[in-house]
């Protein structure tokens, strides 16, 4: 890692006025200018349950709490010192609303049934290659294997320059492909998973996986990003009064 990071601060010495942190009406151009590019989503979050293996009380959520807050702040100071630009975003993904008395779906005024979004979403950030070499979004990818490594994270999202593939990837902090995306959807509210502005206005886009079906598994919501990741495909409920 401080390898790596020394390369990049080399590279950013000789090529500073490119380099900026990015405001958040730069998000719309992720459709444009970033897709093209390439760019990385990783987040320095954990829960207390991943860490320790097991249940944890409100006393040690509330440290991990404390954690995650000094991960973030640090991982943000690693993408300054590496010379890449960056976003703040949310991840998240949308719980289904039952009635807890009848087990019946909460129905909206559309008529359809009501989702709304987790209560825990991941703080996260976009990363950019735009403005690097022409397979600068390589060592992009490289930082974001490194970056989950040091923050303990089981993958992070990789988007390829469009050139390259204009679809994505979830990859393993090993390098391996963890899953393949090859559509995106944007400002969609009804999507399940999302990543999102962490200030308004919270736009949105998700990642479209070819193949995968939704179905149904009564079970505790997922406490993490990560956790949803691992059980893509079911219909997360949350049970709410009326």
């Known amino acids: 890692m401080k390898k790596l990071l020394e390369g990049w601060n080399n590279y950013l010495a000789e090529n500073r006025k490119n380099y900026h942190v990015l405001s958040e009406t730069a998000f719309s ?22 860490e320790k293996g097991s249940s944890c009380s409100e006393e040690e959520d509330n440290e991990q709490a404390v954690t995650n807050k000094s991960n973030l702040s640090q991982l943000k100071q690693d993408l300054r010192s590496s010379g890449f630009g960056y976003l703040p975003v949310l991840g998240g993904y949308k719980e289904k609303i039952k009635d807890p008395t009848t087990g019946e779906d909460a129905i909206g005024d559309d008529g359809k049934p009501k989702y709304i979004d987790t209560e825990q979403p991941e703080n996260s950030v ?60 944007y400002n969609d509210i009804n999507q399940i998973y999302y990543t999102m502005m962490d200030r308004a206005p919270k736009r949105r886009f998700t990642a479209l996986p ?24 079911e219909e997360f409920i949350t049970f709410v009064k009326r």
Request: proline share 4%; hydrophobic share 35%.
């Open 210 to 233: 070819e193949g995968i079906e939704m179905f149904f598994r009564i079970k505790t919501s997922p406490k993490s990003m990560a956790e949803a990741r691992e059980r893509y495909g």
């Open 29 to 50: 151009r992720i459709v444009t200018n970033y897709a093209e590019s390439g760019y990385i989503v990783i987040t320095s979050d954990r829960t207390c349950e991943a």
């Open 126 to 185: 976009i990363v950019m290659a735009r403005d690097l070499p022409e397979h600068g979004h390589e060592d992009l990818k490289a930082l974001g294997q490194s970056l989950a490594n040091k923050y303990n994270q089981d993958s992070f999202f990789y988007k390829p320059p469009n050139s390259v593939f204009k679809g994505a990837y979830w990859i393993k902090k090993d390098g391996s492909v963890d899953m393949k995306f090859n559509d995106f959807a």
